[in-house]
């Protein structure tokens, strides 16, 4: 059974970020990573919060603040990892995006610096990715939208950047695959049904 390709969307300014999850069947012995009593979530619990799961990902709030101790741990799945870089008092203006792989984490005696991450975590990995297929003409990167951009790619996900200036839209587009959706901040907006009526969106201050 192959694994099919796992898809993030990433804006800020219009401030949404999308993991397009996989679907579909998965094979015996596919997707069988169990966590134990080391998992971040059991080790670490007040740093490690879950807000959002799945049967295919787990997202994850994680915050060390200045000077405090974070116990061992481990990351049982590997994750798309966003990294607030601007200040506290400044959450999310700034944003690091890697891609982090498994393995044990030895935490902190005293964290030099305030941290905090948002880790969305996959879950089967350890199936084989499917090969690349071409993108309908639809796709949000096929239509070659200048405020849409591909942050990281690999064989299990892609992270897309969305940037949507005042006043202007978001172009009609597809999505491939189905996304976890992240505002980091969703400045007052209208939505376009497929009837043509203009629904007013409030301004939104949080993750999902």
């Avoid at 579909?24 to 998992?39: F, L, V, Y």
């Avoid at 607030?84 to 999310?92: L, V």
Wanted: hydrophobic share 40%.
């Amino acid at each position: 059974m192959t694994f099919r390709k796992q898809w993030f969307r990433r804006s800020l300014g219009a401030a949404i970020l999308s993991l397009l999850c996989p679907m579909g069947a998965w094979a015996a012995g596919c997707g069988q990573i169990k966590p134990d009593a080391t998992d971040a979530v059991a080790a670490a619990p007040v740093h490690h919060k879950v807000v959002l799961e799945s049967d295919v990902v787990r997202v994850l709030d994680v915050t060390v603040p200045l000077y405090s101790a974070e116990p061992p741990h481990t990351h049982f799945w590997p994750s798309v990892f966003f990294e607030q870089t601007s200040a506290p008092d400044k959450p999310w203006e700034a944003v690091n995006i890697k891609w982090s792989e498994s393995g044990p984490v030895k935490g902190y005696v005293r964290s030099e610096r305030h941290r905090h991450n948002l880790l969305i975590e996959l879950k089967n990995v350890d199936c084989q990715p499917a090969p690349a297929a071409g993108l309908p003409a639809t796709d949000a990167v096929s239509i070659h939208d200048p405020n849409i951009s591909v942050v990281l790619e690999n064989a299990y996900v892609r992270v897309l950047s969305l940037r949507v200036p005042p006043h202007e839209k978001d172009p009609w587009h597809t999505h491939t695959w189905p996304a976890v959706v992240v505002h980091f901040r969703k400045p007052p907006s209208q939505r376009l049904t497929p009837d043509g009526k203009k629904v007013p969106q409030p301004e939104l201050y949080r993750y999902f």
